[in-house]
């Protein structure tokens, strides 16, 4: 029996079932408690849990169900706004935010991911994104005391079918000179010098669209040609992994083409999901086939090995810990061997000085 009080100008209704969670809502009369009890009792007694329009009295958006997944996290893990995980949700929020979550079904999914799809998204990342939304709903659904559909499970099958999503796989995209040189022109032209320099200050230094976005002046050290990297991507460790990295060739050259500015302590200020929208549209524009942004890096790293350094000196610069993950990086065209024979006889007879190869 729900157990209805008068608390101040309303009335609380309180439903305490052994087995059950307990639930509690407030009215401004006692006759909408005892409707809301009594719906919420029925369900009860019909053996399944209370629906989310019982429980909080209106549909449950699934950006309501979002917003109390992140409230949970801010409890115990947050998410930072520069993460990855918050660029998930703001897509999904995006998305399907104003479907009722309790009813969304497979076919909701496969519309989404079809329009991540057309805006560059790639199986991968619509996979990452479905498995986030489907935790998101398995703990708000707790916390919220409502039963959510599984729908991101049920919606695998058609999903993976339909080619929408897949696993990581190992890209080898790199881009051409040409290609680069065309993406650079048309940024410049088009949103501004600023964005163009950093797509060649990504290539010069291999770095991810975060870390860039989060260089500072003061974090610079102009004697020795570093800068601190803040926050690196580790899977070990997610905060406070800061790294001292080389600015070489034309990165020193394009940190110092930058101007300060009065008030704002980035090198670069843009934000990650405009750098990675406005290469796209680039592309796009172009008629540039699957190139994404974070194929910058790959062609940086790339040409670091290309350039003749060890892999342990690349590490410094990508700030890979584990040496193995610099192998999918190190995508050498066959011809550049050429290059490096050469290179070698060279320093041979340097050496030597003999003057013989």
């Known amino acids: 029996m729900a157990s209805i009080i008068k608390v101040g100008e309303g009335w609380r209704a309180l439903i305490r079932r052994k087995g059950h969670p307990s639930y509690c809502k407030t009215f401004k009369t006692k006759a909408q408690a005892d409707v809301w009890a009594h719906q919420v009792e029925g369900d009860i007694d019909r053996g399944k849990a209370p629906s989310a329009a019982s429980v909080m009295g209106r549909s449950l958006l699934l950006r309501d169900v979002i917003s109390a997944y992140r409230d949970l996290r801010d409890r115990s893990r947050p998410i930072p706004d520069t ?205 540039i086939p699957d190139l994404h942004f974070h194929d910058l890096r790959h062609e940086g790293t790339s040409r670091l090995f290309e350039e003749g350094f060890e892999i342990q000196q690349v590490a410094l610069v990508t700030g890979h810990k584990d040496w193995r993950h610099l192998r999918r990086y190190t995508n050498l065209r066959p011809e550049d061997l050429h290059g490096a024979v050469v290179g070698h006889a060279r320093s041979r007879k340097q050496s030597d000085g003999s003057g013989i190869a």
């Open 83 to 287: 993460s990855n995980e918050h660029y998930m949700l703001k897509h999904l929020i995006e998305g399907l935010g104003e479907l009722d979550a309790t009813v969304m079904t497979p076919q909701d999914l496969v519309g989404y991911c079809q329009m991540r799809r057309d805006e560059g998204a790639g199986p991968y990342t619509c996979n990452m994104e479905i498995s986030k939304l489907g935790t998101a709903m398995r703990y708000a659904g707790v916390g919220l005391k409502v039963v959510l559909p599984d729908v991101a499970a049920a919606a695998r099958p058609l999903l993976k079918h339909l080619a929408l999503i897949g696993g990581g796989g190992k890209r080898e995209r790199r881009p051409t000179e040409d290609e680069l040189v065309q993406i650079v022109a048309h940024l410049a032209e088009v949103r501004g010098q600023l964005f163009a320099d950093v797509v060649r200050f990504a290539v010069a230094t291999a770095m991810r669209r975060g870390e860039i976005s989060r260089l500072q002046w003061d974090d610079v050290d102009r004697k020795r040609r570093l800068v601190l990297v803040r926050d690196r991507k580790d899977p070990r460790k997610k905060e406070g992994n800061d790294q001292w990295v080389p600015l070489l060739g034309d990165a020193w050259t394009i940190l110092n083409a930058q101007p300060q500015i009065d008030g704002e302590a980035r090198i670069f200020p843009i934000g990650e999901s405009t750098v990675s929208k406005y290469f796209t549209e680039a592309c796009r524009a172009l008629s």
